[in-house]
């Protein structure tokens, strides 16, 4: 079993950045996959990033590349998202999501068997 726990969220002005952390307890394994994602009011949860295996491979979406940055640090159990030069449009309470056992990260939700309570982060124009 995983336990997630988000940080990091805030208000802040466009072009700002914030670095959000995911602390990981429980029985997990540092080849698991993990991801971020993302959900704004009255949309899906979308995905933001994924963090493979040992972060042999790690992939963004479309929206966020370039700007965010993905990372593991296994010796203190969490997984961050350093996002930079946000913009309004990147409003949403932020997940992080872990898939026990395996080391492929997803684009879909339903691939991630645990999930933290989330974050908030607002942007203002």
């Known amino acids: 079993q995983a336990q997630l726990a988000e940080s990091g969220g805030g208000l802040v002005q466009a072009g700002d950045s914030l670095k959000l952390s995911c602390a990981i307890s429980?029985?997990?394994?540092?080849?698991?996959?993990m991801g971020w994602f993302r959900q704004a009011p009255g949309k899906e949860r979308e995905f933001v990033a994924g963090?493979?295996?040992?972060?042999?491979?790690?992939e963004y979406a479309d929206s966020v590349k370039g700007r965010f940055t993905v990372s593991r640090d296994n010796i203190k159990n969490a997984l961050y998202l350093q996002m930079d030069s946000l913009k309004p449009e990147d409003t949403a309470v932020y997940y992080c999501?872990?898939?026990?056992?395996?080391?492929?990260?997803?684009?879909?939700?339903?691939?991630?068997?645990?999930w933290g309570q989330g974050t908030q982060v607002t942007v203002s124009s």
């Open positions: 963090f493979g295996w040992q972060g042999y491979s790690i």
């Open positions: 429980g029985r997990t394994f540092s080849k698991d996959a």
């Open positions: 999501a872990y898939r026990l056992n395996e080391g492929n990260w997803s684009r879909y939700p339903r691939d991630y068997g645990y």
